[in-house]
């Protein structure tokens, strides 16, 4: 694999694929030129092995997780804990299906939407699961404990690469077509924020209290 390590080439190869991809019509108002600058034109490698998620996700573990990358070309990461960017390494760990399908549904909608920022994914498990409580900063997560949940920031109206502040910030048909993209690709559950009256079917696509900043996945 090819990997670019100059920042400045990388983000004129960011930028021509950009442009390749979308027309100028097509361009949005704003584009983050430092965050795009940041942003790598391949994705770091992972560590794939076959994972296993023990128990249930509000009370399990999880053997042989797959770390994700602290970012992507299609993600960047976020830490509920410290509020930056990235999220800590050890919140970033999954099943092998749980990477590959976030990876795999973030890369399409940005295929599908040419000029959406990269997508924020915030926390996975632990490295083993468990219990990943207020104890380990931010609001802490009942679930999260066997590799199977993932957050995931919605965007921007702005388009910049920020978690949300207040729900008027986000971009209502990109966070719905996110939703859509996670239930086609079998998601179990999506919880999406009260106020932002997403859309999906009964008992997948349910709203929750505290998800108005970001959607909660989880995979079977
Ligand atoms: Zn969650």
Known sequence: MVRVRSPAVAALAALAVLATAAPAAAMPRQIDVAALAGAPIVDPPIDWRASRAVGRPFAGRLVRGVQLPAQGVDFWTYDWGTRATPNRPWRRW??????????????????????????????????????????????GHASHQNGLDADIVYPRSDRLEEPIRDHREVDRALAQDLVDRFVEAGARNVWTGPRLHLRGPAGVVEDLVHHDDHLHVRIR
Not at 106 to 129: T, Y
């Open 94 to 139: 999954g099943t092998d299906r749980l990477v590959r399908r976030v990876l795999t549904v973030l890369r399409d909608f940005r295929i599908a939407n040419p000029g959406a920022a990269r997508v924020g994914v915030a926390d996975l498990s632990r490295p083993h699961g468990g219990a990943f409580g207020r104890n380990f900063g931010g609001l």
